[in-house]
């Protein structure tokens, strides 16, 4: 195995084209931080990866954009354990990785022995398949303005904090999505009380690949329908020009799972995300990705 490290999001972009096209799913992420990377939006550090066969395939690919996590694509154990080596001596920053079960644990096993792991969550990939439009809820969408800047911000936070879900420059993060009309709100009475939007569309030959999230509904307004409303909307926004439509779950939240599931979203897959814990500061013992204490 062969392990490049890449210049820059166009050349990732260009490199990783054939392979992510064969998962356009579980590559997605990787395909629409790049993408947003491509349009200007700017990280530090920012590393991308490749890995590539004796024989010149690229088998496997990874990008880091700080202060983030690693993510992985899926690919082959011995694939995932060079490009550890790689990352390990390039990132000494590091926090953690995101990516297939099987991948990040190989790239775990593969680093220091002073790097411990810590699963934080786990994340069922939806795929939409037959869309069942939901009840009629009170209330009506409309795509997210500047004026909204504030209230976006502040939900986004709360976001973040519900799902312990690490969130850096929530403002610049919300002004991205609001200068590609990418989140709706859903109001009630001139009042909004749900918000969805979607991450940038990820283009492959032929079709987009359209990725939901975040979705986030304030405790005083759940259990209402709103949010299965405000997904609603955006899935049908995208239905006309997006071949593909999905989304990430927490696994551990039975709600949301319920309302995608009603809404015709189907299981694909499983991502893992998990934080490295440096052995000589960790306050508690580790967990493994198996679940087990370390």
Same mark, same amino acid.
């Given at each position: ?102 991948? %990040?644990?190989?790239? #775990? /096993? *593969? ?7 810590? &699963? =934080?969550?786990?994340? @069922? ?89 975040? %979705?986030?509904?304030? #405790? /005083? *307004? ?7 409303? &405000? =997904?609603?909307?955006? @899935? ?59």
């Amino acid at each position: 195995m062969r392990v490049e490290r890449l210049a820059h999001a166009e050349q990732f972009l260009a490199t990783t084209a054939d392979f992510r096209r064969a998962d356009p799913v579980m590559t997605n992420l990787l395909g629409s931080v790049a993408t947003s990377v491509a349009a200007g939006r700017e990280y530090a550090p920012q590393f991308w990866w490749v890995v590539r066969d004796d024989g010149g395939q690229v088998v496997g690919c990874a990008l880091r954009t700080g202060p983030h996590r690693l993510v992985v694509s899926p690919m082959p154990t011995q694939a995932a354990a060079a490009l550890a080596v790689d990352v390990a001596a390039a990132d000494a920053d590091l926090p953690g990785f995101s990516g297939p079960r099987d991948a %990040v644990e190989a790239v #775990a /096993a *593969s680093m220091a022995p002073r790097r411990r792991i810590q &699963v =934080t969550m786990t994340d @069922v990939v939806y795929v939409l398949g037959e869309y069942v439009r939901p009840r009629p809820t009170p209330g009506a969408s409309r795509r997210a303005r500047r004026s909204d800047l504030d209230l976006l911000v502040a939900w986004h936070e709360q976001f973040g904090l519900d799902a312990q879900v690490p969130m850096h420059d929530t403002r610049a993060s919300v002004l991205d999505r609001l200068e590609q009309a990418g989140l709706w709100l859903w109001e009630v009475q001139g009042r909004a009380v749900a918000m969805a939007g979607h991450a940038p569309l990820v283009q492959m030959p032929g079709a987009w690949v359209a990725r939901i999230g975040p %979705v986030y509904t304030p #405790a /005083a *307004s759940r259990r209402s329908g709103y949010g299965s409303a &405000v =997904t609603a909307s955006v @899935v049908e926004e995208l239905l006309p020009t997006c071949a593909t439509i999905m989304l990430f779950a927490d696994a551990a939240n039975p709600a949301s799972n319920s309302v995608y599931r009603a809404l015709g979203f189907r299981a694909a897959g499983e991502l893992v995300e998990a934080a490295v814990v440096r052995a000589d500061r960790a306050e508690a013992p580790s967990v493994a990705l198996d679940g087990t204490a370390t």
